[in-house]
């Protein structure tokens, strides 16, 4: 199987390497193209694909093709490739606030269409990709998108109603998760720890937090209050927290990122 990459930024660069350490696809069935000669030859060597400055021959030779530009270049890409795109390809797009209907509607005719949303933990290999289908994508196609989408961390499908929503707690989210690591640091910094040290700590801990939640199934409100003694330290942290708007902040960020995404 041919799989096609539409632009070669950190995303894409994000599945390629998660299909590849899962034997997914070989190297040399891998097309890939960019704006720039410089993006592709560094992503030639690194994974050994091929690449061409041509996104229609990528539409062309694939089977399966890649949607992974920023969605103000979509309008262009999809007037450029539309032509060479076959009921018999499968299209993947991952790009923010673009709807399927808007897709579908912009390629004038019935296309396979999958759209997924994936966020930057994929570059370490702990990505989560909402996943939805159009009328037209097999149960295996739908399989085979979400193995893809594994091969980098966690992949689940959704209804396309809730992609807002999950662009929003875990597309850009890690944003919000950075701030804070750097907000704990910068408090270990002020009662004396090193700089280097306290990132160290606090991701560490953020990390663990993290993995908890996962893999104990316990509610985090559960989780919080086990690390809450009476009368104790991390409970006086927790007052100050509520007493900030720590909840309303953050909700009303998540709110914010899904009516952008409903703008785009």
């Known amino acids: 199987m041919k799989i096609g990459f539409i632009g070669l930024g950190n995303m894409a660069k994000a599945i390629i390497g998660g299909m590849l350490r899962e034997n997914i696809v070989l190297p040399e069935d891998i097309l890939g193209s960019a704006k720039t000669v410089s993006t592709m030859e560094r992503i030639k060597e690194e994974f050994g694909i091929h690449v061409v400055n041509d996104n229609r021959q990528i539409a062309a030779e694939s089977e399966v093709i890649v949607l992974a530009v920023k969605p103000i270049f979509f309008p262009e890409i999809i007037e450029e490739i539309k032509d060479e795109i076959t009921s018999d390809k499968l299209i993947i797009s991952i790009a923010a606030g673009k709807t399927m209907e808007w897709i579908e509607k912009s390629f004038a005719k019935e296309v396979k269409l ?9 570059l370490v290999g702990e990505g989560c990709t909402a996943v939805c289908t159009n009328a037209g994508v097999t149960k295996e196609e739908e399989e085979f998108c979400l193995r893809l989408m594994g091969s980098f961390g966690k992949a689940v499908s959704i209804p396309e109603r809730l992609m807002d929503a999950a662009g929003a ?27 280097k040290q306290a990132y160290e700590f606090a991701a560490q801990a ?20 086990m690390v809450c003694s009476p009368g104790g330290t991390t409970i006086e ?3 100050v927290l509520e007493e900030r708007g720590m909840r309303s902040a953050i909700m009303e960020a998540l709110g914010a990122c899904v009516e952008k995404s409903q703008r785009l």
Do not use: Q, W
């Open 114 to 122: 999958i759209r997924c949303m994936p966020n930057t933990p994929a």
């Open 169 to 195: 707690v875990s597309g850009s989210s890690p944003a919000y998760v950075f701030m804070f690591i750097e907000a704990m640091a910068d408090g270990a910094v002020a009662a004396g720890m090193p700089r």
């Open 206 to 225: 953020v990390l663990g937090a993290a993995k908890m939640v996962l893999e104990t199934g316990i509610h985090p409100g559960e989780l919080k209050d």
């Open 237 to 239: 942290g927790v007052r």
